[in-house]
């Protein structure tokens, strides 16, 4: 039986000690049943009982209990004597006119959109639709509503109490590392361990597995600060790639937006229920705290894994299809996307942003992760006439008290009108930088790929901005350049698009195993094969192109680690990985998209080379800007400016010089403000040929060479030291080799 509440109602499903407390949101409803599983004793098995979602053999039982409502929207009642391990879901009656964009079925067992776990798995079959299908799935979504009962095909929520978690708290020991020593490494939970001959083979490709201490070791052996994780919350696969044999590999199919993904955990996590996966999810972030590395989430908050009209009915959609997603306004059955999967969750509802709040409020304070990464930013702040940076969403996000303190990404673009917005998002966020992507690919790899060929390239001017931060795209904000360098997320490689082996290996895309027939993934890549599409054997002949990919792939590293701003590390880039030319694997589960760790010799060689880079960065201030330059000595001594620019014959960059296509040398010298004393001295040539250069910087006594892109390990530095190469002084005339780059120090 249920009863009133006795307090506000709570979105969701809460326990108490007398039994548990429920809400939902359904706002165009008429009723709503609380659907609650019970197992069926062996031998007591009637008609009726349905079987475990994805083909189980445990069959239950439904009883249903009637919820009180609506009070603004939301059903609610308290049902006594129900505890943590129900499995439940809901049942919602109302009008069926999809023409209205009203799609309310009881047929179809619904997840609880604040669902702390979830049990089984989404079939793909008919039973899973609102309207009716055939088996090809094919219909009409404005046609006949589906009869057949889909609670044998649909996950089960789950009760979970909060309350009674185990294990020290995952919040209570976070590292805040500042913004400016902060390194990010996106990984993703499976394809980081699954083939780690360190981890156990129980714990390979599962959240304990990140925890491991060869893991760990490694993280902190390269440098990074914060691992940035691919979707956890629990997602689905869509039913094409089901019908391919594939599976969303990447997890940008939201199914629960509280629920952690349960293949994820161990499997006596699993075997023992949703409360034990969630658990182990908070051991395995207090244990990457322990050792001083943050937990970003990449979330998707922008789409549900239901997809467009013609799409699955599986928990919003048939809970309150009008308020949860976005609609055409003259066409209120039209669904409005501009996320490119069919749905978008529109943020113009009070009740979508509190969702979501309730959402980020929960993994911060219960799970205790550092930060996250909004996937497709721009619908989040979309309002009636567009992007907003002053959307409701937005201010709340950035003023809440339980995210005050953690890191907040943006992914500043999604496929809508006027949907490209990099460097709009209000402070503190931070964002991804796609013209730093671009300007790096374009400088080390399509520029010299068309050179080669005698065409020209762009300017050193667009690289020159990016490695200053990128004033130009973070500079605006009230008052002006208060977000600082830190606010862009300096990337090269993320999971979408080439590896940075691959950016060096192929000019064109290789897609065919995501049965697309290649038409998937972008054309606009920048990258350089270096005159051999794909990879080259030792004995080839084109093995003699083999060092200068190396080179590159040096080139394109360094320049991310040492740029102004926040550096963000694809997971496996550090050690070569390659995915085969595929610069769209979100559906390959396999080696493809897995992180090898049995590196061969130039392997090992580019992992010392990251961590040389790496430790560079750490411990030279200069290397990590606080603010925007400004040119001008700010609290230097002698009257140094923080930042200057030269040529190759050591004199101050012209006007001239910024336009002409045909410069590829320049020098940039950078200083940290007292009491750090530092300079740092960057030279690069991204021309073909090699380039004397005459050493900038009168203020500096000597230079000490810290790396040069030529070298294959950083043990060649000892033999530029018996050589004499490895001091200088400004003035010193040395040579570079082509499409090379050095760092200098102060000495």
């Known amino acids: 039986m249920s009863t009133s509440l006795r307090r506000p109602a709570r979105l969701g499903v809460h326990v108490t000690d007398a039994g548990i ?147 020290p708290d995952p919040a209570g020991n976070r590292p805040y590392t500042p913004w400016e020593r902060t390194v990010v490494y996106e990984a993703h939970v499976k394809g980081l361990t699954t083939l780690a001959p360190l981890v156990p083979p129980e714990l390979r490709g599962t959240y304990a597995g990140l925890a491991h201490r060869s893991v760990v070791d490694h993280l902190l052996g390269l440098g990074v600060t914060a691992v940035e994780l691919l979707p956890v919350h629990a997602f689905a696969s869509e039913p094409h790639l089901v019908a391919k044999g594939l599976t969303n590999y990447w997890g940008y199919s939201t199914l629960g937006f509280f629920a952690p993904h349960a293949a994820y955990a161990t499997q006596a996590a699993r075997d023992a229920g949703p409360a034990a996966v969630l658990d182990e999810l908070r051991a395995t972030v207090h ?120 890191k907040l990404v943006a992914e500043p673009w999604d496929v809508g009108p006027g949907g490209w917005r990099t460097g709009q998002f209000p402070p503190p966020m931070a964002e991804w930088n796609d013209r730093f992507r671009n300007a790096v690919r374009s400088f080390w790899l399509a520029d010299p790929g068309r050179a080669s060929h005698g065409l020209p390239g762009h300017r050193v001017r667009d690289l020159a901005t990016r490695l200053a931060g990128s004033v130009d795209l973070f500079g605006h904000s009230e008052p002006p350049l208060v977000r600082g360098p830190v606010a862009s997320i300096n990337y090269v490689t993320a999971h979408d698009g080439f590896t940075l082996a691959d950016l060096v290996a192929y000019e064109h895309k290789h897609n065919l195993a995501n049965g697309e027939q290649n038409r998937d993934g972008t054309d606009d890549n920048r990258s350089w094969n270096h005159g051999l599409e794909g990879p080259i054997r030792f004995d080839s002949v084109g093995a003699d192109i083999a060092p200068l990919r190396r080179r590159s792939i040096r080139n394109v590293f360094a320049t991310l680690v040492l740029a102004a701003g926040t550096p963000m590390i694809t997971a496996g880039d550090e050690m070569g990985r390659t995915q085969r030319g595929n610069n769209n694997a979100y559906c390959q589960d396999d080696e493809t998209s897995w992180v090898r760790w049995d590196p061969t010799p130039w392997r090992k060689d580019l992992l010392a080379t990251a961590k040389l880079l790496m430790r560079l960065r750490r411990e030279r201030p200069a290397l990590r800007a606080t603010r925007f330059y400004t040119g001008r000595p700010v609290g230097l001594p002698d009257g140094r400016p923080d930042l200057a620019w030269y040529a190759a014959d050591g004199t101050a960059f012209d006007h001239d010089r910024w336009h002409d296509p045909s410069v590829r040398t320049l020098q940039m010298v950078r200083a940290a403000p007292a009491p750090d004393d530092d300079v740092a001295l960057l030279v690069v040539n991204g021309a073909l040929d090699a380039v004397e250069v005459t050493l900038a910087d009168d203020y500096v006594a000597r230079w000490r060479l810290a790396w040069d892109s030529v070298w294959e390990h950083p043990r060649e530095q000892r033999t530029a030291a018996i050589s004499g190469a490895l001091h200088a002084v400004p003035g010193d005339r040395v040579v570079l080799e082509p499409l090379s780059m050095r760092l200098y120090v102060s000495s």
């Open 21 to 167: 407390e429920v809400a939902v949101l359904a706002s165009h409803a008429r009723a709503v049943d609380l659907c609650l599983f019970d197992e069926v004793e062996p031998g007591t098995e009637r008609p009726g009982d349905v079987l475990e979602p994805a083909n189980g053999t445990t069959p239950f039982r439904e009883r249903r209990v009637h919820l009180s409502g609506p009070v603004h929207g939301v059903f609610s009642g308290f049902v006594p004597a129900v505890g943590p391990g129900q499995r439940y879901g809901f049942r919602v009656h109302g009008p069926w006119e999809p023409s209205a964009g009203l799609r309310h079925n009881p047929a179809k067992l619904l997840v609880d959109p604040y669902a702390r776990g979830l049990l089984g798995e989404l079939d793909h079959g008919p039973h899973t639709y609102g309207h009716v299908v055939d088996d090809d799935l094919l219909g009409d979504p404005d046609g006949t509503a589906d009869d057949r009962d889909s609670a044998g095909h649909v996950p089960h929520s789950v009760v979970v109490d909060t309350r009674d978690l185990t294990g």
């Open 287 to 406: 244990a990457l705290h322990e050792a001083g590395l943050e937990v970003l989430l990449d979330v998707v908050y922008n789409h549900t894994c239901e997809g467009g009209a013609p799409g699955q009915h599986v928990s919003w959609r048939g809970l309150d299809n009008p308020l949860y997603y976005a609609h055409d306004g003259g066409v209120p059955a039209t669904l409005a996307d501009v996320t490119g999967t069919g749905n978008t969750l529109d943020f113009r509802r009070s009740e979508v942003i509190r969702m979501t709040m309730d959402s980020l409020r929960y993994w911060a304070d219960v799970v205790g992760v550092d930060g996250f990464r909004f996937d497709l930013a721009v619908t989040l702040g979309r309002g009636p006439r567009g992007f907003m940076p002053d959307h409701p969403f937005l201010v709340a996000l950035t003023t809440d008290p339980h995210l005050h303190g953690l």
